[in-house]
């Protein structure tokens, strides 16, 4: 119970910060890049996922690195996310 207490305000602190909340159900992210001309998709495990947000029309959450690369979105190299 202590540690989904903790994993709560965690989310909360992130939300905060305008951090995208997790979405069990959005394991994978795709992200359009500023200039429009990149789609890469982030997966639980790159280092800049909890960064990424889906906001603009077009990104979206896929279910499998698979279904993202279908789609035409390509994998996100380990430093691609810019910083804010």
């Known amino acids: 119970m202590k540690n989904i207490f903790k994993f709560t305000s965690i989310l909360a602190l992130c939300a905060s910060f305008g951090f995208a909340q997790v979405d069990k159900n959005c394991i994978v992210k795709g992200n359009i890049s500023y200039n429009g001309n990149k789609k890469l998709y982030f997966t639980s495990t790159h280092p800049d996922y909890p960064h990424v947000r889906?906001?603009?029309?077009?990104?979206?959450c896929f279910?499998?690195?698979q279904e993202a690369e279908r789609a035409g979105w390509r994998k996100a190299p380990k430093s691609s996310y810019h910083k804010r």
């Open 54 to 60: 889906i906001n603009k029309a077009g990104e979206r």
């Open 63 to 65: 279910k499998t690195e």
